[in-house]
């Protein structure tokens, strides 16, 4: 069985842009979280998608957004990019909303702004 | 808010036993968890442990959970060099509650 995949993984851009990540679960998981991984704040939770349905979220501005396709794949985005936004982005599934106990993290993506 | 605290820095002889603490403020924590995390790589859930159990051991992995003092810790035995990487405690309340991640423990394995 084929673990998460995350594309791209990595990504370079400038402050002001915009940019979307994306995210494959276990085929089976219906549930994919995001969190954002930096050196300063560590690691963060964004939010959490279980059958397209945005189901928890994290103390992010709103410029972070996401969305679950029918397939349960996710996107991230991320508009107005800021130096600090540089990170780490992580994604994981698991077959159920909140299920953390059974959850597999993709390698991630790492975007630097610039 | 949930807060919790990792010591930064471990260093151990390939063979002797690990152990990583952490300290969590929330009483109502439900799941506690410990992940791995390699040089470039996702996180990697190694085991966790619910609030009601004070001890869970899974091969050469033993977790205690003091609740009373709010103290977790990772027991890793006979730690190997693949062992080396950095190990964050975490915790979660229950149902959709969002897990809150300490600070992270880096384990540097000597040979």
Sequence with gaps: KAGVTQTPRYLIKTRGQQVTLSCSPISGHRSVSWYQQTPGQGLQFLFEYFSETQRNKGNFPGRFSGRQFSNSRSEMNVSTLELGDSALYLCASSPAAGATDTQYFGPGTRLTVL | ?111
């Design chain 2, 1 to 111: 808010g949930e807060d919790v605290e990792q010591s930064l820095f471990l260093s151990v002889r390939e063979g002797d036993s690990s152990v990583i603490n952490c300290t969590y403020t929330d009483s109502s924590s439900t799941y506690l968890y410990w992940y791995k995390q390699e040089p470039g790589a996702g996180l990697q859930l190694l085991t966790y442990i619910f609030s009601n159990m004070d001890m869970k051991q899974d091969q050469r992995l033993t977790v205690l959970l003091n609740k009373k003092d709010k103290h977790l810790s990772l027991r890793i035995a006979d730690t190997q060099t693949g062992d080396s990487a950095i190990y964050f405690c975490a915790e979660k309340g229950g149902g959709y509650q969002k897990v809150t991640f300490g600070t992270g423990t880096k384990l540097q394995v000597i040979p």
